[in-house]
Antibody, heavy 120, light 106 residues
Framework: EVQLLESGGDLVQPGGSLRLSCAAS????????MSWVRQAPGKGLEWVSSISGSGGSTYYADSVKGRFTISRDNSKNTLYLQMNSLRAEDTAVYYCAKNLNDNSLFMDVWGQGTTVTVSS | EIVMTQSPATLSVSPGERATLSCRAS??????LAWYQQKPGQAPRLLIYGASTRATGIPARFSGSGSGTEFTLTISSLQSEDFAVYYC????????FGGGTKVEIK
């Protein structure tokens, strides 16, 4: 069974940094691109970033480009999201998602999410 | 950016009735369209991908149709566990989501 377990969410001040992690199991991690999607309180879903199976290609939404960095450690089956220069509008539940394969941005399995709150 | 517009925003349906949800793309996404179900406090669950293919374990009462810019999710006979928010999602040109349709008990 595919499992994705996010962690690292916290309350952080504006301008601060946070690193999210997503531990994956139940599939060949390095064979799949991975993604982060967020959902602000009471709002819809917003794609944040994706990374190829090797980690060699990364993609970002314009809203986070230059502030967030996605990475992965295939030896640890773990996905990361380094978030810098955080803003109030980054407050959301952040979901880790498994892409269908390494050639698709389509996400077929999602984790339960971790909450990031940016507030002074 | 491809904008996905869902209608209606809220759909009130009685258990056992049919529900029809619509999703429109601002430009063609071919059949690169998925539907997700989300219940309060839970992660989205994949229902349909490729516009009409049910994901593993999804009951046959859920069906998807359409291509290009117009898509429909139909729930043939609503069960109590189907009351939730439904999102459409295009993955043809980057990734964008619709604003959601809340299916509530009438």
């Amino acid at each position: 069974e595919v499992q994705l377990l996010e962690s690292g969410g916290d309350l952080v001040q504006p301008g601060g940094s946070l690193r999210l992690s997503c531990a994956a199991s139940g599939f060949t991690f390095s064979s799949h691109a991975m993604s982060w999607v967020r959902q602000a309180p009471g709002k819809g879903l917003e794609w944040v970033s994706s990374i190829s199976g090797s980690g060699g290609s990364t993609y970002y939404a314009d809203s986070v480009k230059g502030r967030f960095t996605i990475s992965r450690d295939n030896s640890k089956n773990t996905l990361y999201l380094q978030m810098n220069s955080l803003r109030a509008e980054d407050t959301a539940v952040y979901y880790c998602a498994k892409n269908l394969n390494d050639n698709s941005l389509f996400m077929d399995v999602w984790g339960q999410g971790t909450t990031v709150t940016v507030s002074s | 950016e491809i904008v996905m517009t869902q209608s209606p925003a809220t759909l009130s349906v009685s258990p056992g009735e049919r529900a029809t949800l619509s999703c429109r793309a601002s430009q063609s996404v071919s059949s690169d369209l998925a539907w997700y179900q989300q219940k309060p406090g839970q992660a989205p669950r994949l229902l349909i991908y490729g516009a009409s293919t049910r994901a593993t374990g999804i009951p046959a009462r859920f069906s998807g149709s359409g291509s290009g810019t117009e898509f429909t999710l139909t729930i043939s006979s609503l069960q109590s566990e189907d009351f939730a928010v439904y999102y459409c999602h295009q993955y043809n040109n980057w990734l964008t989501f619709g604003g959601g349709t809340k299916v509530e008990i009438k």
